[in-house]
């Protein structure tokens, strides 16, 4: 249409509940007036475990794309995910949610490709 395209929220939740939830309920209604009210598209990344509840097909449902993180790979790897979905989407903000994934999406983030700033690499601890 002729809004003009800002990018997206994405959305990097630690949930994979097995029930739809107030917390889920939220999420959608904010992917709503986001788009209604400022322009943004939301993507939503959960576990991987979350793939088969029941409820994604909600979030599905409702038009935002989905992605997921790997709870249990690295955090170089959850990084690497989190910049190839922010990149794929034109994400303009990462917004995190139940802070497991807080440390990733900060690199992630932080993570200017277009610059000539030497990358960011997470040293083992």
């Not at 409820?55 to 038009?63: A, E, F, N, T, Y």
């Amino acid at each position: 249409g002729s809004r003009m395209d800002y990018g997206c929220i994405l959305h990097v939740a630690d949930y994979s509940a097995a029930f739809f939830s107030n917390f889920l309920s939220s999420l959608l209604h904010l992917r709503r007036e986001v788009a209604n009210q400022l322009g943004f598209g939301t993507v939503f990344v959960f576990p991987q475990a979350a793939r088969d509840r029941p409820w994604m097909r909600s979030v599905v449902d409702s038009g935002a794309p989905v992605g997921f993180i790997d709870r249990r790979g690295s955090h170089r790897e959850r990084i690497r995910t989190l910049i190839a979905l922010a990149k794929e989407h034109r994400a303009s903000l990462v917004h995190t949610h139940f802070g497991t994934f807080d440390v990733d999406a900060a690199y992630a983030a932080g993570r200017d490709e277009s610059s000539n700033a030497p990358k960011t690499e997470l040293a083992p601890a």
